[in-house]
């Protein structure tokens, strides 16, 4: 257990709370208020920003995706260059979040910004980010990874930079409430995949690691089992604190990682626009059945501790499968319209970008990656 962990993002948690952000951004910033396709002004979130910007000179931007592309957020670069801002809001979901993560760096920076996706530069500085939350699932609101796509070439990337983190994340769990049913499964599955790319490994002696992932696993289960509750207070409150707490990285600190489901499954939204949630469900049960023999031991503490299932692998990962179609997720990519190109594209992107073997020891292989979505498409 050898690790670093530092997370400076100031979390203001609850209903009513994103007045707050008055008080959070300097008066004397000149603020972009980003966001996407104008949901929120539809469930009063709009409304509120504006009103705690009041005594702030702010302009806007919407329109980002849900799946963000530098297309789209470079002509955002270009506002925040010639009106001078100084503070990006991220007002929206995981997407609007990396998007101004991205924006953020790419603004203070001289060159093709993809250079941070690609590994050609490393972020050096960013303008100041604040996020009002709308929609829990990834847990970006309060870590410093970014992720994003190139709409031209069809790839999605990511990076990680210790300037991507926000100043502060406002989080109101009510917010929620009027989100479709398909964002909030979407939200829960993301949640769970997240938890167990840095849980479903190998035994290690961290006992606090171990301990909060199940307990995180318990409750995401436990939201699956009660999904007919989604629409009250405490349901979105423990989804949206559980999400954040999924990928803050601290349950990963100091612990082997395994992000091939995600590696795997962002090739599937680049070429094929899945949800990003979506793509993780058709992807991680049969990825964990194809390495179930690396990963027999973490499986079975899964079962055990989770489930209360003991001496099943199989059953554990049916399980898991279960918990994602209680809540409208399939985990079959055969659900989808996809062509009979998505191994080799799938593959082709991996190797371009030197992921040929990838999990937490090196083994997932582009072979097992074909026999993986062979799984999954029939």
């Not at 979040?97 to 790419?106: E, F, Q, R």
């Not at 990963?252 to 469900?281: C, F, K, M």
């Not at 371009?352 to 292989?365: H, L, P």
Request: glycine share 8%; charged share 20%.
């Amino acid at each position: 257990m050898e690790f670093s962990y530092h997370n400076p993002t100031a979390i203001e948690f609850g209903a009513g709370s994103i007045k707050t952000i008055s008080d959070s951004i300097n008066k004397d910033h000149k603020v972009l208020v980003v966001y996407g396709g104008g949901s929120i002004k539809k469930n009063g979130v709009y409304d509120q920003v504006i009103k705690a910007l009041e005594n702030h000179t702010f302009l806007e931007f919407s329109g980002v995706e849900p799946n963000p592309t530098v297309e789209t957020m470079n002509k955002a670069v270009k506002i925040v260059k010639e009106e001078n801002i100084d503070f990006i809001l991220a007002v929206g979901g995981g997407s609007v979040i990396d998007g101004c993560k991205y924006l953020a760096a790419a603004s203070l920076y001289d060159g093709d910004a993809w250079d941070f996706l690609d590994g050609t530069a490393e972020v050096q500085r960013a303008l100041p980010l604040g996020v009002v939350l709308t929609l829990a699932a990834t847990g970006s609101e309060s870590n410093h990874l970014t992720v994003v796509s190139k709409k031209e070439t069809d790839e999605k990337r990511m990076y990680f930079s210790n300037h991507s983190y926000p100043q502060f994340a406002v989080m109101d769990p009510s917010v929620m409430a009027t989100l479709s049913d398909r964002q909030l499964g979407n939200g829960l599955v993301d949640a769970f995949v997240h938890t167990s790319e840095q849980y479903i490994t190998y035994p290690t002696s961290a006992l606090v690691n171990d301990g909060y992932a199940e307990t995180l696993f318990r409750g995401l289960v436990k939201l699956a089992d009660t999904w007919e509750d989604r629409r009250t207070q405490p349901w979105l409150e423990n989804l949206m604190h559980i999400a954040n707490q999924a990928l803050n990285f601290q349950i990963g600190a100091g612990v082997p990682q395994d992000w091939s489901t995600h590696l795997i499954g962002h090739e599937l939204t680049a070429y094929y626009n899945l949800d990003h949630a979506r793509s993780l469900a058709v992807v991680q049960p049969y990825l964990l059945e194809v390495m179930g023999e690396e990963k027999e031991a973490k499986i079975a503490q899964l079962g055990k501790n989770v489930f209360g299932i003991e001496n099943d692998n199989a059953g554990v990962i049916k399980a898991i499968e279960e918990v994602y179609n209680k809540v409208g997720v399939p985990t079959k990519l055969s659900e989808y319209e996809i062509d009979d190109k998505v191994i080799s594209n799938v593959s082709n992107a991996l190797t371009n970008n030197g992921y040929t073997a990838i999990g937490e020891n090196g083994t997932v292989t582009l072979d097992k990656v074909s026999t993986i979505l062979t799984m999954s498409m029939k």
